[in-house]
């Protein structure tokens, strides 16, 4: 899922999310709340029509966003009591109003308000996070009601797989629809991630929707879709492209390089995107050297598309039973194709 903070991926046009492949995109619950505020878009006939979207729309809950204001936010057994980072406005959120703004945002898919653990941090603090965030969601259920869109739960627990045990065990007694891995990305090393992952996805339901949150690079997407993953997002592919990393079947890409300056190869030339067909990396290296926001917008497309285009090989391989020959293939590529100097 692409990453709408504000209602926009950055750079990119709903026709052209359409075009290269998105089929659903995320907004945040946090950020939407303080800018416009989610009773005008509400009013505006909520965030499909707010940002011209047809397709689902999955809203984060902005615990994750409470987490990063550090030491502006207080957090209580009521919810969370911040200065608005916007105009320093004293703002409450609780797990009864994230669940409000979700519902005027009108998303198909809600997440329910969780604090997100902080790291590192020893057992007994990671523990008592865990536990308020259960009953966070408890009452994020009972907000929730009748509503037809879908409520996932997230996962937390930081480090420690027991207490990601429990977590998981308390959520699946509120019968989510769907089940998110929190609290990882947040400074851990990859194999610590991949360890907590290692851990808690065999004991997550099969037949409900796994999603990793924050996460993260294509290799991070191979890893996770081979032990069990479903969903991902990150700002990574846009965030990425804006700054001039791009990912090509042959690693990552620096087009501020000076070697592109008379390039006219294609960013990958594997790839089919409108990016890749039309415009050269002399062409691309110019307009970013000159911050020219076309570089921005065609960049993001390439990102995107690669992206898109990577999941859906490893879907189409684990309906063929290919799967653990294209992990192979594209590492093999990767590795021996390296380009990101």
């Known amino acids: 899922m692409p990453c709408g903070t504000y209602g926009t991926v950055k750079a990119m046009t709903p026709r052209a999310l359409e075009e290269v492949g998105t089929q659903i995109l995320l907004g945040n619950t946090f950020h939407l709340m303080l800018r416009p505020g989610d009773d005008t878009i509400a009013n505006l006939g909520g965030l499909h029509e707010f940002m011209q979207w047809s397709g689902p729309i999955l809203t984060d809950s902005g615990g994750f966003q409470v987490w990063s ?11 969370v009591i911040f200065r608005s980072p916007v105009n320093g406005d004293r703002v409450e959120l609780t797990p009864e109003g994230s669940i409000a703004v979700q519902h005027n945002l009108g998303a198909d898919v809600m997440m329910v308000f969780d604090e997100c653990t902080p790291h590192p941090a020893p057992i007994e603090t990671v523990r008592a996070s ?4 259960l009953r966070w969601a408890q009452r994020c259920r009972d907000a929730h009601g009748d509503n037809e869109s879908l409520l996932f739960g997230i996962i937390q627990g930081g480090m420690y797989d027991e207490v990601r045990e429990v977590s998981l065990a308390g959520l699946e007694l509120l019968d989510f629809a769907g089940y998110a891995i ?16 290692c851990g808690i996805l065999p004991l997550m339901p099969v037949n409900k929707p796994r999603y990793l949150m924050g996460v993260g690079t294509p290799q991070d997407l191979l890893r996770g879709v081979a032990l069990g993953v479903d969903m991902f997002d990150c700002v990574l592919p846009t965030r ?9 079947s042959r690693g990552t890409l620096k087009i501020r390089n ?20 039309n415009f050269s ?3 691309l290296h110019h307009l970013d ?9 065609l960049m993001t497309q390439h990102n995107l598309h690669y992206y898109h285009a990577l999941m859906a090989r490893l879907r189409g391989s684990i309906e063929t039973g290919t799967f653990r020959t294209l992990i192979e293939t594209l590492h093999k590529d990767w590795n021996s194709h390296y380009e990101s100097v």
């Open 289 to 297: 050297r000159c911050g020219e926001m076309l570089g921005s917008m």
């Open 69 to 79: 204001l550090g030491k502006l936010g207080k957090i209580s057994e009521a919810g």
């Open 240 to 248: 990425n492209a804006r700054n001039g990393y791009i990912f090509t």
């Open 130 to 133: 865990m536990e308020l965030s």
């Open 182 to 197: 929190g609290g990882l990305s947040v400074g851990e090393s990859k194999d610590e991630m991949d360890r907590v992952m």
């Open 281 to 283: 990396r002399a062409y």
């Open 258 to 277: 000076a070697r592109h300056r008379r390039s006219d190869a294609p960013l990958d030339a594997d790839c089919d995107c409108y990016t890749c067909a």
